[in-house]
């Protein structure tokens, strides 16, 4: 009974038989027998997410969240410190995210298939399922293309057990708003979902892309099973060999078929399933699909050097006719190849083929090849320094007691943050290593409130959270690494150790931070050197 | 029944009805005034004074706009207007005046419009206590530099929280959160948190900072997602990374040649506002360089290569197919058959045989075209 | 709401050329002008003008507009001319020299001394702040309300006679030999406008009778675009007023738009009313600011609860006008909005507009968050209610019946509608209405007399 018991616990995908588990890869756990195999598995998962082995084990059931424990009165007896502290850490627990310079597949052929079967009219999700998902279908592209201008989409619908085909493999955003208006929009949700047809029309359209480029499928699977005229494993082989990544958004349920799609094509991981938990969700879900996906093994793509056009604009005296939709137009781009007038960029030029583009398309995508460095909280001891965001001017909380005294008990942000930079580059700022104290301090004093700070680890300037919001998702560069220079840099930093700085550039602090400064330097330096990270070359003098 | 209509109580105040945040970057580099005075004969503060009555005549428009000023200094970037907070706050020019001279500026201060007068002497207050605070080597050492990504930034971010509340134009994209689309102060704010319009003037003497090509970039794309405009005014040296920041935003972008006027370019060019700019063609460059230059040789190109991985350009396939900035082995096969014509392999003659082995010449004089007999 | 506020300076541009050419000798009237008068157009045709020294040839200025918004370009130059700011010569235009030269003089600050208000240069030995001045101004005004409604139980004292005189001149309240003076249905209208625009309607009240007293209107608008831009909290000196101005101000400080400690004070304080008087944003809903308003509960059909946390009996009144009140608690006042009570609120003369804008202007801050601001069901009730009261429709005129031949009948029909006074027509039975009759009998008259 214990044994059934604990399965039931720790297994996410109850019908998994232990050969399918054994196969998958799910923890690490090899082959083997049965019962060892399970026990392995088991350890590994325990291993992965669970609080310390040997701790009494808790049933999910049991572990419960009082959400009320978050809400806590302040000293003076009003809860709005704690609702500021809420609603920072929501914002941030959005922004962290992994910024190493990593390879990225930038140039990117997606496939975004809909379900658009009977199991999207559940009003589960307001209006419909299916109302729903159109809608952010068409936000997706347009922020798909914003983010990856030189890639392709193309959209499939799975209806009534066949696969419809509502727009093909394209560059042009507004070719495909529309195609998702006629087709999408008329159509009435009906009957099964088959997946196989769906991945098999999607994998024909996959099929002509250079091998340069990244080969997606992106599912929205709102059904629970899925009628297939053959063996689902035979196309899942199938996708595998032509090298397409597969990654599904669930919006009812766990499917098992649909876990082992993704692991299988994604090299055992699965972290590119996810099932939603409510509209908000989906959406987060969605637009992640919209950043480049990282290169995970050399030969998954190859590398190579494309030819491509970049044309000027031009304004003609009498109209004349272009070459991609025939009509009279007064102006438009001319290939450098083979002068022919085309209307929009980024395209292919429709009589030579030459792949044109404008060098803003480019310079789109350099943000997800440089990201910016995430900013680490700033404790009570260094918060004196600003009483102002530097870039948007909003005043700080100065005092500590006007903030609730209770800090909240979910996952510490910063301190995460902490770890992670501090892991990656030698985080020197003492900036990174105060909370972590501060974390474990948490089990002993009562913990700090947060100054609502947050500070550049480069020139350890402070900004305030809607800054960083906007800063890292729409802006991508540090307003105060950009804007100032190193001696102003350095006359920043030569006001820690703590003194009362009257602001002025030329304060004259002793330089004890030169063992800062050569440490950020060093950190700036192995950062540059990561793995294939197109670095500082890009900027001639950094 | 027309009176009994009450459609008209969906429709949202059009976002035309906004007030207008007019931010002015400015370069304030010395020594790039110095040569454009010699060359054109206007000197900075004749050149700031003009700007001032630009923004006036932008606070005049309306009582709920408003304006900020940066500058883009040799050392980087300075609030000038509303005065960066952390600073001492006193204005140096203040400090040797006698009381009969306080009492003339009182005199004319009353003749001031407050408005207006609040602004101007905060900007000439900030701007006193920047030079104040920069030496003449400082200057020589970087003759050139111009913090133009560092200014941009800093606009935006004070835009998104004076514009925007700070939620930087997105909408949260959940239906039913447009119901509440009124902010806590009651002001009118439309589909996506926006509470004013917003767009920002650059007026540059400086060259085009090369080195800072990747973050001017990200603030022109973030400038379009927020919908700013950004006008440039250049009064020396034409660039192609502000070109291509009007463009991008729809802003005006001009060169004047005539700089002693410059505040009736001001004025004309630059000063109407969003829901103006929708009934006026305004003069702008059209003809705007979108051609990329090449990493190795800086060459501005037409036709190029690019690395599928770092998406660095180059003019023609780097030696050894290594890219030279992401050290990537790169496949360069399908490029070898460029400039060479295509030519098919010459057949093997078997045509011969064939046309042999057929009877009579008669069928094979029918296989030619006809030719016409008399 | 801006629309009301509008319409108080839609008044002025009625003034003729003369006195508009001496208004712009002053770049705050000028500048006042410009910002609250002319629509964003015109505004930047101006500007774009200013510092131009030679008039503008009309083809630049049509080749500046973008083609399709002829419209708008008319628009605009129609308001520049009706306000004399721009005159056409010969193919171009060009900006009136003063105006030109006063709004130059307002961005570059040269105009004379105390163009803007000459701020005190010696300390004020009984300095007041701003929360005095605003319960000053909120006092006065409401004096003057209460006593419009007739609550005169309150503390507050009746206005002074200057007051009563200028409300009976300008018809918001009458003499009346049985009960004294009484508020008229115009005065009603004027109650549930908003304070900015209450306070231009006095003004310009008071502009029609300063020709009376022999008061140059020039002056009095100077002073009053003056006051628009003079600083909150600051005291400023008497010296660069005129006579006329100076006269004024007594009278100013009787509606609370100026404090002014004794008459022999030489330096008077602006209060929010007259720093209010050419901005734009509601500054003041109700004269004391700080009380919340009204919140519309859920509604049935017609019946509406309205929960008011008013204190002051002043809005409680107003209320009464068009709402049946229920209870009253310290601290909320429950009325009912209801078919009677809005009828009788049409029958006094208040339009279904004006109750609406009261409600919105008023409305809680927990409502405004609703958009739009009131339940559209209210909205359009109230509406209906009103043109309940217009189901008929009465038109005075002459009925011309038992035509000797059709043909003649046609005749006349045709003739009556050429000119226009045709109204009613019946062809069956023969009938004609029209409202003025003596054309129709001249006709006839001719028709048969030629036909003779």
Redesign the interface.
């Known amino acids: 009974m214990a044994d059934s018991d604990e399965d039931f616990v720790l297994s996410s995908s109850g019908d998994d038989r232990p050969k399918a588990r054994g196969a998958g890869g799910g923890g690490g756990g090899g082959g083997g027998a049965a019962g060892s195999s399970r026990r392995s598995t088991r350890k590994s998962k325990r291993a992965d997410g669970a609080p310390a082995p040997g701790a009494t084990k808790r049933e999910k059931w049991e572990d419960i969240q009082r959400s009320w424990d978050n809400v806590v009165e302040g000293a003076d007896g009003s809860i709005a410190g704690t609702v500021i502290g809420l609603l920072e850490a929501t914002k941030r627990k959005r922004l962290l995210r992994d910024t190493t310079p990593i ?1 990225r597949g ?2 990117r052929h997606l496939v975004l298939i809909l379900d658009l079967s009977s199991a999207m009219l559940e009003k589960d999700l ?2 419909t399922r299916f109302l ?1 998902t159109l ?2 279908a068409r ?1 997706f592209v347009t922020e798909y293309f ?1 983010q990856n201008p030189i890639s392709q989409l193309s959209i499939i619908g799975m209806h009534d057990g066949l696969a419809l085909r509502i727009s093909d493999m394209g560059g042009n955003p507004a070719d495909h708003l529309t195609a998702l208006q006629e087709k999408a929009f008329t159509v009435e949700p009906k009957g099964a979902s088959s997946l196989q047809n769906a991945l098999e029309m999607g994998r024909a359209e996959l099929f002509h892309t250079p ?3 990244t080969r997606e499928i992106l599912l929205i699977f709102g059904a629970l099973s899925s009628s297939d005229p053959g063996d689902i494993h035979d196309t899942i082989n199938s996708l595998i060999e032509d090298r397409i990544q597969v990654r599904i958004v669930g919006l009812a349920a766990q499917v098992a078929v649909c876990r082992e799609l993704v692991m299988k094509t994604n090299d055992g991981d699965d972290s590119a399933y996810g099932v939603i938990l409510d ?2 969700h989906y ?1 987060e879900l969605m637009m992640a699909a919209t950043t480049p996906p990282v ?1 995970k093994t050399e030969e998954k ?15 003609e005296k009498h109209e004349s006719l272009c070459s991609c939709h025939s009509n009279l137009t007064k102006g438009g781009y001319i290939c ?2 083979c002068t022919a007038k085309v209307c929009f960029l980024p395209t292919e030029c429709p009589c030579c083929g ?1 792949t044109l583009i ?3 398309h ?6 997800h ?2 990201p910016l460095k995430n900013w680490v909280e700033v404790p009570w001891s260094e918060a004196h320094t ?3 965001c ?6 700080f909380p100065t005092n500590q007691s006007q903030t609730s005294s209770i800090k909240i008990k979910i996952r510490n942000p910063s301190t995460t943050a902490a770890t992670a930079t501090a892991s990656r580059s030698n985080g020197a700022t003492t900036t990174s290593t105060a909370p972590k104290n501060d974390h474990q301090q948490q089990q002993q004093q009562p913990p700090q409130p947060p100054t609502q700070r947050y500070a550049c680890t480069d020139c350890k300037t402070h ?5 960083d ?3 890292h ?7 105060g ?5 190193e ?2 840099v350095k006359a920043r930093a030569n006001m820690w150790p703590p003194s009362i700085g ?5 304060a004259a602090g002793e330089p004890t931070s030169s063992s800062m400064r050569t440490q950020v330097a060093e950190a700036t330096k192995m950062l540059e050197n990561s793995k ?4 500082s ?6 | 029944m027309d009176k009994v209509d009450g459609t008209e109580h969906y429709n949202f105040k059009a976002p035309a009805d906004l007030a207008t945040l007019q931010v002015i970057i400015l370069d304030t580099n010395p020594l790039a005034w110095a040569t454009f005075e010699k060359s054109s004969s206007l000197s900075f503060p004749a050149a700031l004074s003009q700007l001032l009555i630009f923004a006036n005549a932008h606070l005049a428009f309306s009582q709920s706009n408003r304006c900020a000023v940066i500058a883009n200094h040799i050392d980087g970037v300075h609030f000038l207007s509303p005065a960066d907070p952390g600073t001492d706050h006193r204005d140096p020019g203040e400090a040797d005046l006698t009381p009969e001279d306080l009492k003339e500026i009182a005199n004319q201060n009353a003749s001031k419009y407050r408005v207006f007068r609040l602004l101007e002497d905060e900007v000439r207050a900030s701007y006193r206590r920047l030079i104040k605070n920069t030496t003449p080597e400082a200057v020589m050492a970087c003759p050139n530099s111009s913090y133009l990504a560092g200014a941009l930034s800093a606009a935006l971010t004070y835009i998104n929280r004076i514009c925007f509340g700070g939620t930087g134009g997105r909408s949260s994209g959940v239906p039913g959160d447009e119901k509440s689309k009124v902010n806590s102060a009651g002001g009118k704010v439309d589909e996506t948190g926006r509470t004013m319009h917003a767009k920002i003037l650059v007026v540059s003497v400086t060259p085009d900072p090369a080195n800072q090509y990747i973050p001017v970039m990200n603030s022109i794309f973030a400038a379009q997602r927020l919908k700013v405009p950004i006008d440039v005014c250049k009064l020396r040296d034409s660039t192609v990374f502000l070109q291509q920041a009007a463009d991008a935003t729809g802003g005006v972008y001009m060169e004047p040649e005539h700089p002693q006027g410059l505040i009736q370019y001001l004025m004309m060019g630059f000063l109407p506002d969003h829901l103006a700019r929708q009934s006026l063609i305004l003069p702008t460059k059209v003809d705007v360089d979108f051609r990329a230059a090449c990493f190795c040789h800086k060459k501005v190109l037409d036709i190029g290569f690019v690395c599928s991985v770092c998406l660095s350009i180059f003019c023609e396939p780097p030696q050894g197919a290594v890219c030279s900035t992401c050290q990537v082995k790169l496949d360069v096969t399908s490029l070898e058959n460029i400039g060479k014509p295509v030519v098919l392999p010459p057949k093997k003659k078997k045509k011969k045989k064939a046309i042999d082995s057929l009877p009579e010449s008669g069928v094979a004089s029918a296989a030619e075209s006809p030719v016409p007999t008399e | 709401m801006n629309s009301q506020a509008m319409k108080s300076f839609e008044h002025l541009e009625g003034l003729s050329e003369a006195i508009f050419k001496r208004l712009y000798q002053q770049p705050a009237t000028a500048l006042a002008v410009f910002r609250r008068m002319l629509p964003n157009l015109a505004k930047t045709f101006v500007m774009a003008m200013l510092f131009n020294p030679d008039p503008v040839p009309v083809s630049s200025l049509e080749a500046f507009v973008r083609p399709d918004q002829n419209r708008l370009k008319e628009e605009a130059f129609g308001k520049l001319r009706q306000l004399y700011i721009v005159t056409e010569r010969q193919g171009t235009f060009a900006l009136d020299a003063t105006f030109k030269v006063e709004l130059r003089k307002a961005l570059t600050g040269g105009g004379s001394p105390g163009s803007f208000g000459l701020p005190c240069d010696t300390e004020d030995k009984n300095r007041v702040d701003i929360s005095f001045l605003d319960r000053y101004a909120a006092e006065q005004w409401e004096s003057i309300l209460h006593f419009m409604v007739g609550n005169e139980t309150q503390s507050s004292q009746r206005p002074s006679e200057g007051v009563v005189r200028l409300l009976l001149h300008g018809k918001l309240m009458e003499q009346n030999r049985a009960s004294g003076t009484v508020i008229t249905q115009l005065g009603f209208s004027f109650l549930l406008q908003e304070v900015n625009s209450q306070v231009w309607t006095l003004l310009l009240l008071y502009l029609d009778m300063a020709e009376q007293l022999r008061m140059d209107p020039v002056d009095i608008l100077h002073f009053l675009f003056l006051l628009g831009s003079l600083e909150l909290g600051q005291d400023y000196d008497m010296k660069s007023l005129t006579p006329t101005q100076k006269g004024m101000l007594e009278d100013l400080r009787d509606y609370g738009i100026v404090y002014q400690r004794k008459s022999s004070s030489r330096r008077f304080y602006p209060t929010r009313l007259a720093t209010g008087l050419t901005s734009e944003i509601r500054s003041l809903r109700s004269p004391a600011a700080t009380l919340a308003n009204a919140t519309p509960g859920n509604d049935e059909n017609g019946f509406l609860i309205i929960e008011t946390n008013y204190h002051s009996p002043l809005q409680i009144a107003v209320l009464n006008l068009f709402a049946r009140l229920i209870s009253r608690f310290p601290n909320l006042v429950t009325a009912r909005i209801t078919r009677e009570s809005i009828r009788q609120a049409i029958g006094k003369g208040i339009t279904a507009e004006q109750i609406i804008d009261y409600m919105t202007a008023n409305a809680h801050p927990q409502l405004r968050k609703n958009s739009p601001v009131l339940p559209p069901t209210v909205v359009d009730q109230i509406r209906l209610w009103q043109i309940e009261g217009e189901r008929m429709k009465v038109t005075s005129g002459y009925l011309f019946k038992e035509f000797a031949t059709n043909a003649e009948f046609n005749a006349v029909c045709k003739y009556a509608d050429d000119i226009g006074v045709l109204v009613w027509i019946d062809k069956n039975k023969g009938m004609l209405f029209v409202s003025k009759h003596e054309q129709i009998a001249d006709y006839i008259r001719k028709r048969a007399q030629s036909n003779r």
Do not use: K
Request: charged fraction near 20%.
């Open positions: 390879q930038i140039i307001r209006p729903l809608r952010y936000d914003e091998t340069h480029g509209e908000g959406r290169t793509s190859v590398p190579s050097l494309l030819m491509m056009g970049f044309p000027s604009r031009t304004v450098p190849r030459l404008l060098s803003t480019l310079a789109r995508s350099y943000h090849l440089f600003s009483t102002h530097w870039s948007c001017q909003s005043p900004f305030c959270i809607d800054c919001i906007f800063t998702e729409s802006l991508h560069n540090c307003p690494c950009q804007s100032l220079s001696e102003r009257d602001g002025t550039a030329d294939i990270a197109p670095g070359s890009m900027e001639v003098e950094n």
